[in-house]
């Protein structure tokens, strides 16, 4: 059982984690990628992007099993030779990106639900993603599994309170839904955009052993991940088609449609996700630096070499956003998405294949 876990659960629940504070925490992404295509072309979205998700998880899990590779660096020098320097240059801009958002949002949502200044929600993140970084990849993938869990129980209470609270007949809404032109490259982008991720995340899958298991962590990840997508796209049915406008759809919905409870828990949580993916992306870097400066296989950063990497990181981060960088990279993102694609998305599954058959 306990095995199960490390090869089912953890790469899930670490790659669900660091999508979650960004993807699921506003609804905002929901909308954009998925609910704006219509009710019932917003769900073929979601399978699309599924598909894609397990498709790419799948060979990125069995190309890192078969040689053995868990830090982005080793694994993309092996996948696409000395071109692996463009995904590092599109990742550190995600990876700043990414920062900046985490950082502003815990203190944004501090200040305007709690009336706490801004620079407590801040500082606050930085100090738990420095402790769980201390404490190394283990302390990292229990919290973002543990964690991981404790938000798919918010996010079914926040669906069955909302539908409770609807006077919606969600099933015939959703078939009789309108299918708007555009649905099919929605959830290709979200899923492409999001993917840039995975190879960073790989320190979650050393448990994998088999091809089998490789195949089918990928398939549960990329379901698992779709999980939350496919239940806001389905609770905004109750508040369609007002919830499109809405620059935070997840807390309008709960403040027409919930209790203040469930907008107080629901905070909370995501102010761990916010945390979980700061958290997740440093470790990922620990990995990287760890291959290029470790003497041998048990060699290893020390403690406080692992939190001043995070404290320097998440500082730079949060710099860039209150510079307005952020803002800048963010206006980019269907450029990067289309950037990971050809580094890594198209590789992984046409190179990545050959090479995993060629090694059998």
């Not at 790419?56 to 993309?76: G, K, M, P, W």
């Not at 007949?169 to 995975?198: F, H, V």
């Amino acid at each position: 059982m306990n095995r199960i876990f490390h090869v089912y659960v953890v790469p899930a629940a670490v790659f669900i984690s660091v999508v979650m504070g960004g993807g699921y925490g506003t609804g905002r992404e929901v909308v954009e990628f998925f609910t704006r295509y219509g009710l019932l072309g917003g769900l073929f979205g979601t399978i699309a992007a599924a598909c894609v998700f397990s498709i790419v998880l799948a060979c990125t899990y069995e190309f890192a099993r078969v040689f053995q590779l868990y830090d982005y660096r080793s694994f993309f020098k092996k996948l696409i030779g000395r071109f692996w320097v463009c995904f590092e240059v599109l990742y550190l801009l995600l990876f700043l990106l990414v920062l900046g958002v985490v950082s502003s949002a815990a203190g944004n949502i501090l200040e305007q639900e709690f009336a706490t200044p801004g620079y407590v929600g801040m500082v606050g993140v930085l100090v738990l993603v420095v402790i769980l970084v201390y404490f190394g990849r283990e302390a990292v993938e229990k919290v973002l599994t543990l964690w991981s869990i404790g938000m798919y129980l918010v996010f079914g209470y926040y669906f069955i309170e909302i539908l409770n609270n609807g006077d919606v007949e969600i099933l015939p809404t959703l078939t009789q839904g309108n299918i708007e032109s555009g649905w099919l490259r929605g959830g290709i982008l979200y899923a492409m955009y999001n993917l840039a991720i995975a190879p960073v995340l790989l320190f979650s899958t050393r448990a994998i052993q088999t091809r089998r298991e490789a195949l089918l962590a990928g398939v549960i990840a990329g379901v698992a991940v779709m999980v939350p997508a496919l239940l806001f796209h389905i609770s905004y049915a109750v508040g369609h088609p007002e919830v499109l406008e809405q620059p935070v759809p997840n807390y309008w919905m709960m403040s027409e449609y919930a209790s203040p409870l469930l907008l107080i828990v629901f905070l909370v949580a995501l102010l761990g996700t916010l945390v979980e993916t700061g958290a997740g992306l440093v470790q990922g870097l620990i990995e990287r630096i760890e291959m290029v400066v470790k003497v041998d296989a048990n060699d290893a950063l020390s403690q406080p070499a692992r939190a001043a990497i995070a404290i320097a990181t998440l500082l730079f981060g949060g710099l860039i956003g209150s510079l307005g960088i952020v803002a800048l990279v963010a206006q980019g993102y269907s450029a990067l998405s289309v950037g990971f694609a050809l580094v890594y998305i198209i590789p992984i599954c046409t190179l990545g294949v050959i090479k995993i058959i060629k090694s059998a």
